[in-house]
Nanobody, 114 residues
Framework: QVQLVESGGGLVQTGGSLRLSCAAS????????MAWYRQAPGKLRDLVAR???????NYADSVKGRFTISRDNAKNTVYLQMNSLKPEDTAVYFC????????WGQGTQVTVSS
């Protein structure tokens, strides 16, 4: 059974930075397209960024130029470096494959104060 454990969230002021990590267990990682998603209160869960096994990345327009997704296949870990954070980035952040086929983890809360 695949387990996804997100960490690194917190409270930060506008313009600040955070680095999220997602540790994946199970034999899914090295070939899988991994992604970060987020869900703000009262909204649907949206794709933020994804990265394929070769390192090719894609980003939602709202985070382009501010967020960077990366992965360490040896550690079965995917990262999300978030810079120039805005209040509208406030959400619970989750990782999963893309498309998302595994059970969701608990996520990590990111709160950006104005």
């Amino acid at each position: 059974q695949v387990q996804l454990v997100e960490s690194g969230g917190g409270l930060v002021q506008t313009g600040g930075s955070l680095r999220l990590s997602c540790a994946a267990s199970g034999r899914i990682f090295s070939r899988a397209v991994m992604a970060w998603y987020r869900q703000a209160p009262g909204k649907l869960r949206d794709l933020v960024a994804r990265i394929d096994s070769g390192g090719t990345t894609n980003y939602a327009d709202s985070v382009k130029g501010r967020f960077t997704i990366s992965r360490d296949n040896a550690k079965n870990t995917v990262y999300l470096q978030m810079n120039s954070l805005k209040p509208e980035d406030t959400a619970v952040y989750f990782c999963n494959t893309w498309p998302a086929v595994h059970a969701w983890g608990q996520g990590t809360q990111v709160t950006v104060s104005s």
